[in-house]
């Protein structure tokens, strides 16, 4: 079975920082483009970041450029989301999933014709 399952999540005070990791099982992501996203209480699931297979490009949504990097470890099959900055609009329930090589141009949608393997999620929590 093709899955994803997200690490990482947890309480963190406002400025703080979290490194979340997203792992597959039953495939390899040397194919891969791995998107991160997320879904606040009340509100749509929304495009975080973006990586391609080879690791050459990445895409941010604006509300955490600069403060948020994705990088990949095809060799310990991870995608890391390194979190820094925290804020508390931040907090959300972060989802990985899977795209063929390249991130799409709809990447921010999260649109289920573009991502696959979805993992079943973990919680981030920006309070003080």
């Known amino acids: 079975q093709l899955r994803l399952r997200e690490s990482g999540g947890g309480l963190v005070q406002p400025g703080g920082s979290l490194r979340l990791s997203c792992a597959a099982s039953?495939?390899?992501?040397?194919?891969?483009?791995i998107g991160w996203f997320r879904q606040a209480p009340g509100k749509e699931r929304e495009g975080v970041s973006c990586?391609?297979?080879?690791?050459?490009?990445?895409k941010y949504a604006d509300s955490v450029k600069d403060r948020f990097t994705i990088s990949r470890d095809n060799a310990k099959n991870t995608v890391s989301l390194q979190m820094n900055s925290l804020k508390p609009e931040d907090t959300a329930v972060y989802y990985c999933?899977?795209?063929?090589?390249?991130?799409?141009?709809?990447?921010?949608?999260?649109?289920?014709?573009?991502?696959?393997?979805w993992g079943q999620g973990t919680q981030v929590t920006v309070a003080s």
């Open positions: 990586i391609s297979r080879s690791g050459d490009t990445t």
């Open positions: 999933a899977a795209a063929p090589y390249r991130c799409p141009a709809t990447w921010q949608a999260g649109y289920d014709f573009d991502f696959s393997s």
């Open positions: 039953g495939f390899t992501l040397d194919y891969t483009a």
